[in-house]
């Protein structure tokens, strides 16, 4: 079984160095993708009441005869229960869905700032984590205008900020705003989903001189930068070799080949994308 390296997060936990999104899959294929990559070795699994596919996770996990604390679950909050009492319900509902005494990491999904409500949801996340339900609390395609007021407001620092990044996108102004306050940076469509990126000649050449496939070089790529990629994939293949990441290195030239062309975002703009 391949070893993965982990980050410790800001509140002394700890979290592994890669991980499986679910997004868009069902209870059911969700129920069969994560079964088959715990079994494989991944123990970071990553979804989300919007996602519709909580259940299939709940159950992946508790068939897996996987001691439970080996796995963390992450699990992010939907922009229709923004606002501290909604934040409450909303985690009972996931917690039920998912069928878990505790949640392992707790993401606000989007920040919605024209609905400005994200601070008093981040309120009730901290007497989550206070009570013991959820082990760890961050956010997800939140800016640092966001991120600081979060601070200003509870004092506390969100563990994790899950973003868009990839190499059409490299976020370099974000991820060092994350490094200089110990957020570990976690990266959604890390391979580029819907785009090209894999057939890049570049891409395509590094992988060939290291014998390895050009998702891995991309993901590899991710883990030198130190942000922690969660691709999501159902074939069993796939996973394998997207786990299969802490075996080779990229040297500076090829780390700059990897990320050496024009910049696209792939999803919503968090300033104004709005999910509800």
Same mark, same amino acid.
């Given at each position: 079984?391949?070893?993965?390296?982990?980050?410790?997060?800001?509140?002394?936990?700890?979290?592994?160095?890669?991980?499986?999104?679910?997004?868009?899959?069902?209870?059911?294929?969700?129920?069969?993708?994560?079964?088959?990559?715990?079994?494989?070795?991944?123990?970071?699994?990553?979804?989300?009441?919007?996602?519709?596919?909580?259940?299939?996770?709940?159950?992946?996990?508790?068939?897996?005869?996987?001691?439970?604390?080996?796995?963390?679950?992450?699990?992010?909050?939907?922009?229709?229960?923004?606002?501290?009492?909604?934040?409450?319900?909303?985690?009972?509902?996931?917690?039920?869905?998912?069928?878990?005494?505790?949640?392992?990491?707790?993401?606000?999904?989007?920040?919605?700032?024209?609905?400005?409500?994200?601070?008093?949801?981040?309120?009730?996340?901290?007497?989550?984590?206070?009570?013991?339900?959820?082990?760890?609390?961050?956010?997800?395609?939140?800016?640092?205008?966001? @991120?600081? #007021?979060?601070?200003?407001?509870? %004092? $506390?620092? *969100?563990?994790?900020?899950?973003?868009?990044? =990839?190499?059409? /996108?490299?976020?370099?102004?974000?991820?060092?705003?994350?490094?200089?306050?110990?957020?570990?940076?976690?990266?959604?469509?890390?391979?580029?989903?819907?785009?090209?990126?894999?057939?890049?000649?570049? @891409?395509? #050449?590094?992988?060939?001189?290291? %014998? $390895?496939? *050009?998702?891995?070089?991309?993901?590899?790529? =991710?883990?030198? /930068?130190?942000?922690?990629?969660?691709?999501?994939?159902?074939?069993?293949?796939?996973?394998?070799?997207?786990?299969?990441?802490?075996?080779?290195?990229?040297?500076?030239?090829?780390?700059?080949?990897?990320?050496? #062309?024009?910049?696209?975002?792939? %999803?919503?703009? *968090?300033?104004?994308?709005?999910?509800?």
């Amino acid at each position: 079984m391949i070893s993965i390296p982990e980050h410790t997060l800001n509140d002394g936990t700890a979290i592994p160095g890669i991980g499986l999104g679910t997004w868009p899959l069902d209870d059911a294929d969700a129920e069969q993708a994560v079964r088959g990559a715990l079994d494989l070795g991944y123990r970071l699994v990553d979804t989300a009441t919007n996602y519709r596919n909580e259940t299939g996770v709940g159950r992946a996990v508790a068939r897996s005869g996987i001691p439970r604390e080996e796995i963390v679950v992450t699990t992010k909050l939907p922009g229709r229960h923004h606002g501290y009492e909604e934040t409450l319900a909303s985690f009972e509902e996931s917690r039920r869905r998912l069928g878990l005494e505790y949640v392992d990491l707790y993401l606000i999904h989007w920040p919605l700032p024209r609905v400005g409500k994200y601070a008093d949801s981040w309120k009730a996340m901290i007497k989550l984590r206070e009570e013991g339900l959820v082990r760890s609390i961050g956010v997800s395609n939140f800016t640092p205008v966001h @991120i600081e #007021r979060l601070e200003k407001e509870t %004092g $506390v620092l *969100p563990c994790v900020n899950q973003i868009e990044l =990839h190499p059409l /996108l490299p976020q370099e102004d974000l991820r060092s705003f994350h490094a200089a306050r110990g957020i570990v940076t976690e990266s959604w469509s890390p391979l580029g989903r819907g785009t090209d990126l894999l057939d890049d000649p570049g @891409i395509v #050449r590094v992988a060939e001189v290291h %014998g $390895v496939t *050009p998702g891995q070089v991309v993901l590899r790529w =991710h883990v030198q /930068l130190g942000a922690l990629p969660i691709p999501k994939s159902a074939n069993p293949e796939r996973q394998r070799t997207n786990l299969d990441v802490f075996g080779f290195e990229l040297d500076d030239d090829q780390m700059r080949a990897v990320a050496d #062309r024009a910049q696209e975002r792939l %999803g919503g703009d *968090p300033e104004v994308h709005e999910e509800f």
